[in-house]
Every structure is written in structure tokens, then in C-alpha cells.
């Protein structure tokens, strides 16, 4: 990081998640709110279950 210059140590780890495919600096991903998407206007629409 210091010797590229960079200010985020992500730009410079080759493989910044965890074996959980986490993003381990932001504990990415993660479960996002019902304001969250609405604050996006983003709608989620589940397809219904078959019998």
C-alpha cells in the first residue's frame, strides 16, 4: 500500500474476501433493508411457489 501509494490496502491484496466469500473490510455482502431498497426504488419480487 505504502509503496504504490494507494489509499485502500483492497487495491493492492490480490484476494480481499474470506473462504466465506466475505468482503472482510465491509463484511460484505450482507442483508439490505426494506428502506434501503426503497430509498433505490428498487422493487423485489420473489416468483411464486409451485404446487
Do not use: G, W
Not at 491484496?13 to 426494506?34: C, H, K, L, R
Not at 423485489?44 to 409451485?50: F, Q
Amino acid at each position: 500500500m505504502i509503496l504504490r501509494d494507494e489509499r485502500n490496502i483492497c487495491e493492492v491484496i490480490a484476494f480481499s474476501m474470506n473462504q466465506s466469500a466475505q468482503y472482510f473490510m465491509m463484511a460484505a455482502p450482507f442483508e439490505v433493508t426494506a428502506q434501503q431498497l426503497e430509498e433505490l426504488h428498487i422493487k423485489v419480487e420473489m416468483p411464486e411457489e409451485e404446487e
